[in-house]
């Protein structure tokens, strides 16, 4: 555990401070200049720095896909259509006809807590069935929404079924990458908000490689992940580690969009990929020049399999009322092998 001096922390940290634009200036070295406002005197400070990690996480600009009619019913009933980022309470949904799009994380929280105040069943559109039926009582899970009808008040399904008089529509759809300070920056990291674009291994910008972002994957656990993408960082910013070309950097992202896609996608691992990818950082960081000082992550065969059985630990969390709190309650020894992971993948939980 790091405990800095709260003193050299008011020195070198500044709080209530919001990043207006980050920009690369090139004399004689290349060095970035920041403009930084106060969210409390409202007064703007620029200053010069070496480099530049982009940490904001990417959780703050909702993404509603576009579907045929959506701006014409949101014109006509302005409260209606609405993203997970502004819910808050069920109780706005009591006796509501109400939608809710999406079987992720939000999706099943949310939908779980308005199904039980709103007008039964709350209907779920989903592309396809979640295998956590959390609530599944009060919900019934439909297709995916291809048309709103304004007149009715209304949607029509992917298999035809139209529902008239809906109250609220609540998307679960996730977010887009957004780096307003960073406008400057040619070409963009950022163009239609589904990827971030021109980095090394996720983590390097590629013309300008002392820019770097962290956390930018989904369907990851993000702790680990973020703490091996910075020992890489470190190591190179300290010249103990070297990037590639440019020419083999961007060769390298080529082929990460082809084997990921250009879209989202491209920053969703998931199981085994997330696994590859920290142990991969890892290894690399390895070939430092000075070694460790304190050695990054490495996910070893036990956590691993920990890891590859997450959607059944879950599934069984679920099911046993959301109680347990070690794997033992759940059924599954400390010590998970080959046995207990086969035995899980049978059961048919996956």
Not at 11 to 33: C, K, L, N, P, Y
Not at 219 to 240: N, R, T
Not at 302 to 324: M, N, P
Request: some cysteine; proline content about 5%; overall charge negative.
């Amino acid at each position: 555990m790091f405990i800095m001096d709260e003193r050299l922390m008011d020195e070198i940290v500044t709080f209530s401070t919001q990043v207006q634009d980050v920009r690369m200036v090139a004399e004689d070295d290349e060095h970035w200049e920041v403009t930084a406002k106060s969210t409390i005197t409202q007064k703007e400070t620029t200053a010069r720095y070496d480099a530049i990690i982009i940490a904001n996480g990417h959780y703050s600009v909702p993404f509603i896909p576009f579907i045929p009619g959506i701006e014409a019913f949101n014109s006509a009933y302005p409260s209606a259509i609405r993203h997970s980022k502004q819910y808050r309470s069920p109780r706005p949904f009591l006796n509501q006809k109400v939608i809710v799009v999406g079987s992720g994380a939000s999706g099943l929280d949310i939908g779980t807590q308005i199904s039980h105040v709103c007008r039964k069943p709350l209907l779920n559109s989903v592309k396809t069935s979640s295998p956590l039926k959390l609530g599944q009582e009060n919900k019934e899970e439909v297709s995916p929404i291809v048309e709103f009808l304004v007149k009715e008040r209304g949607v029509r399904f992917e298999d035809g079924r139209v529902e008239k008089d809906i109250d609220a529509i609540i998307y679960c759809t996730g977010y887009l990458y957004s780096y307003p300070f960073l406008k400057h920056l040619d070409p963009p990291v950022v163009t239609d908000g589904r990827r971030v674009r021109g980095l090394h291994k996720q983590v390097f910008h590629i013309t300008h490689p002392t820019l770097a972002f962290t956390a930018l994957s989904q369907k990851v656990i993000p702790f680990p992940l973020s703490e091996v993408q910075g020992a890489a960082i470190s190591k190179v910013w300290a010249d103990k580690l070297d990037l590639p070309g440019k020419e083999e950097m961007e060769h390298l992202e080529k082929e990460q969009v082809e084997q990921l896609g250009d879209g989202t996608s491209f920053h969703v691992l998931g199981y085994p990929k997330d696994a590859e990818y920290i142990n991969s950082l890892h290894d690399w960081v390895k070939t430092a020049s000075d070694g460790f000082a304190k050695e990054p992550v490495y996910w070893d065969g036990r956590q691993r399999e920990i890891r590859e059985i997450y959607s059944d630990l879950r599934k069984k969390f679920v099911e046993t009322g959301g109680k347990a709190r070690t794997l033992e309650e759940l059924g599954f020894e400390v010590g998970i092998g080959e046995e207990q992971v086969e035995e899980g993948r049978a059961s048919g939980n996956r």
